[in-house]
Nanobody, 118 residues
Framework: QVQLVESGGGSVQPGGSLRLSCKAS????????MGWYRQAPGKERELVAS???????TYADSVKGRFTISRDNDNNMIFLQMNRLESGDTAVYFC????????????WGQGTQVTVSS
Protein backbone atom coordinates (compact mmCIF):
# COMPACT_ATOMS: atom_id res chain seq x y z
CA GLN A 1 0.00 0.00 0.00
CA VAL A 2 0.94 3.62 -0.45
CA GLN A 3 -0.47 6.75 1.19
CA LEU A 4 -0.64 9.95 -0.82
CA VAL A 5 -0.86 13.52 0.48
CA GLU A 6 -1.57 16.43 -1.85
CA SER A 7 -0.78 20.09 -1.28
CA GLY A 8 -0.67 23.33 -3.22
CA GLY A 9 -4.30 23.96 -4.05
CA GLY A 10 -5.95 27.34 -3.63
CA SER A 11 -7.77 30.15 -5.35
CA VAL A 12 -6.41 31.98 -8.35
CA GLN A 13 -7.67 34.33 -11.03
CA PRO A 14 -8.05 33.20 -14.64
CA GLY A 15 -4.69 33.18 -16.36
CA GLY A 16 -2.86 32.46 -13.12
CA SER A 17 -0.73 29.51 -12.09
CA LEU A 18 -0.62 26.93 -9.33
CA ARG A 19 1.68 24.03 -8.56
CA LEU A 20 0.29 20.91 -6.92
CA SER A 21 2.49 18.48 -5.04
CA CYS A 22 1.87 14.90 -3.97
CA LYS A 23 4.03 13.07 -1.43
CA ALA A 24 3.96 9.27 -1.35
CA SER A 25 4.62 7.26 1.79
CA UNK A 26 6.92 4.82 0.03
CA UNK A 27 9.10 4.58 -3.04
CA UNK A 28 7.27 5.13 -6.32
CA UNK A 29 10.30 4.62 -8.49
CA UNK A 30 9.50 1.25 -10.04
CA UNK A 31 6.02 0.09 -9.14
CA UNK A 32 3.55 2.84 -9.97
CA UNK A 33 2.06 4.88 -12.74
CA MET A 34 1.43 8.24 -11.06
CA GLY A 35 -1.31 10.61 -12.05
CA TRP A 36 -3.52 13.56 -11.29
CA TYR A 37 -7.29 13.39 -11.56
CA ARG A 38 -9.89 16.05 -10.91
CA GLN A 39 -13.57 16.13 -10.06
CA ALA A 40 -15.77 19.17 -10.51
CA PRO A 41 -19.16 19.49 -8.76
CA GLY A 42 -21.74 17.30 -10.44
CA LYS A 43 -19.19 15.69 -12.77
CA GLU A 44 -17.30 12.42 -12.84
CA ARG A 45 -13.67 12.19 -11.84
CA GLU A 46 -11.44 12.57 -14.89
CA LEU A 47 -7.80 11.97 -15.68
CA VAL A 48 -5.79 15.17 -16.02
CA ALA A 49 -2.29 13.80 -16.52
CA SER A 50 -0.27 10.69 -15.83
CA UNK A 51 3.38 9.77 -15.90
CA UNK A 52 5.20 6.49 -16.04
CA UNK A 53 8.61 7.83 -16.82
CA UNK A 54 9.84 11.37 -17.30
CA UNK A 55 9.78 10.91 -21.06
CA UNK A 56 6.26 9.53 -21.25
CA UNK A 57 3.69 11.89 -19.73
CA THR A 58 0.12 11.91 -20.98
CA TYR A 59 -2.44 14.71 -20.75
CA ALA A 60 -6.12 15.30 -21.19
CA ASP A 61 -6.78 17.35 -24.32
CA SER A 62 -8.26 20.14 -22.21
CA VAL A 63 -4.96 20.79 -20.40
CA LYS A 64 -2.37 20.10 -23.10
CA GLY A 65 0.05 22.97 -23.43
CA ARG A 66 -1.00 24.45 -20.07
CA PHE A 67 -0.24 21.74 -17.49
CA THR A 68 2.97 19.82 -16.89
CA ILE A 69 3.27 16.68 -14.79
CA SER A 70 6.60 15.63 -13.34
CA ARG A 71 7.94 13.14 -10.82
CA ASP A 72 10.80 13.13 -8.35
CA ASN A 73 11.48 9.49 -7.63
CA ASP A 74 14.28 10.28 -5.16
CA ASN A 75 11.79 12.06 -2.89
CA ASN A 76 8.68 10.00 -3.72
CA MET A 77 6.83 12.99 -5.12
CA ILE A 78 4.93 14.08 -8.18
CA PHE A 79 3.93 17.57 -9.23
CA LEU A 80 1.42 19.27 -11.48
CA GLN A 81 2.37 22.70 -12.76
CA MET A 82 -0.79 24.44 -13.93
CA ASN A 83 -0.46 27.57 -16.06
CA ARG A 84 -3.02 29.75 -17.81
CA LEU A 85 -5.72 28.45 -15.53
CA GLU A 86 -9.32 28.74 -16.66
CA SER A 87 -12.60 28.67 -14.76
CA GLY A 88 -13.20 25.20 -16.20
CA ASP A 89 -10.19 23.95 -14.25
CA THR A 90 -12.02 24.50 -10.97
CA ALA A 91 -12.24 21.12 -9.22
CA VAL A 92 -10.87 18.96 -6.47
CA TYR A 93 -7.59 17.50 -7.67
CA PHE A 94 -6.57 14.01 -6.57
CA CYS A 95 -3.20 12.33 -6.68
CA UNK A 96 -3.30 8.71 -7.86
CA UNK A 97 -0.88 5.82 -7.77
CA UNK A 98 -1.68 2.79 -9.91
CA UNK A 99 0.32 -0.38 -9.54
CA UNK A 100 1.96 -1.77 -12.66
CA UNK A 101 0.45 -5.25 -12.69
CA UNK A 102 -2.06 -7.43 -14.54
CA UNK A 103 -4.71 -6.42 -11.98
CA UNK A 104 -3.83 -2.84 -11.03
CA UNK A 105 -4.57 -1.40 -7.61
CA UNK A 106 -5.36 2.27 -7.28
CA UNK A 107 -4.49 4.49 -4.34
CA TRP A 108 -5.82 8.01 -3.84
CA GLY A 109 -4.96 11.09 -1.88
CA GLN A 110 -7.55 13.10 -0.01
CA GLY A 111 -7.75 15.78 -2.70
CA THR A 112 -6.94 19.47 -2.84
CA GLN A 113 -9.31 22.20 -4.01
CA VAL A 114 -8.39 24.40 -6.96
CA THR A 115 -10.67 27.37 -7.61
CA VAL A 116 -10.24 29.63 -10.62
CA SER A 117 -12.39 32.73 -10.39
CA SER A 118 -12.23 36.43 -10.99
Amino acid sequence: QVQLVESGGGSVQPGGSLRLSCKASRSIRWDYIMGWYRQAPGKERELVASILTTSHPTYADSVKGRFTISRDNDNNMIFLQMNRLESGDTAVYFCNAQTISSVPNNYWGQGTQVTVSS
